[in-house]
């Protein structure tokens, strides 16, 4: 094995750690397609995947929103491990977690320029569904997601992103139109509106 595959290798498996077995082995072909949307949108990220390394030098982000139980994450996980094969750095984040090591920043009085720095610097960032557990947002968070959102924008780096949001209408009331509008831009944008796959198997 050369030293790429290895590396590669040992990105995903880091990675995979992180996300949890639940999602770790997810790709497109495992995605069950029986509506014409979930086909379009396995199809449009398919073709995300084929132009990965200029997609990733371009900066370019995904945006996957939908109802929930739709298999958001599962195409994150499948996005995340074609990108880590084609020797992308990627770094997954949960939404909790996120705002949880936010909440410990404020409780430490640590330094929020150090805080922002370690998210907007990495090659690829993607974020699980920042509203998880919580209908909305507060400002400080709001603040805190528009910092990172805007200095990976600023420096043409991807953000990758999944959110339990019903339309654009929708993200622009609860993530504000400036973190809407530069997740959106230059992006790729898939609304996953279809039936929640685990109400159907519960």
């Not at 320029?113 to 690829?124: L, P, S, W």
Request: charged fraction near 25%.
């Amino acid at each position: 094995m050369d030293s790429k595959r290895h590396l590669a290798r040992i990105r995903w498996e880091v990675l995979a750690k992180q996300i949890g077995s639940r999602y770790a082995d997810c790709t497109l072909e495992g995605f069950e397609c029986g509506l014409p949307k979930q086909r379009e949108a396995v199809a449009s990220l398919q073709r995300f995947i084929d132009a990965m390394p200029g997609n990733i030098q371009a900066g370019a982000g995904v945006f996957l929103y939908g109802p929930v139980g739709t298999g958001k994450d599962h195409l994150l996980s499948a996005l995340m491990r074609a990108a880590t094969q084609r020797g992308a750095y990627v770094r997954w984040l949960n939404g909790l977690d996120l705002f949880g090591a936010i909440r410990d920043l404020m409780s430490s009085r640590g330094d929020e320029a150090n805080f922002i720095e370690q998210y907007t610097t990495v090659g690829v960032l993607a974020i699980s569904d920042p509203f998880s557990g919580r209908s909305e947002l507060t400002p400080h968070q709001i603040d805190m997601l528009s910092r990172i959102i805007d200095g990976r924008y600023r420096t043409n780096r991807a953000t990758w992103i999944t959110a339990n949001l019903t339309d654009r209408k929708d993200a622009e009331k609860r993530l504000g139109i400036p973190i809407t509008d530069r997740l959106g831009h230059g992006s790729l944008s898939v609304h996953c509106n279809w039936p929640s796959y685990r109400r159907a198997g519960a």
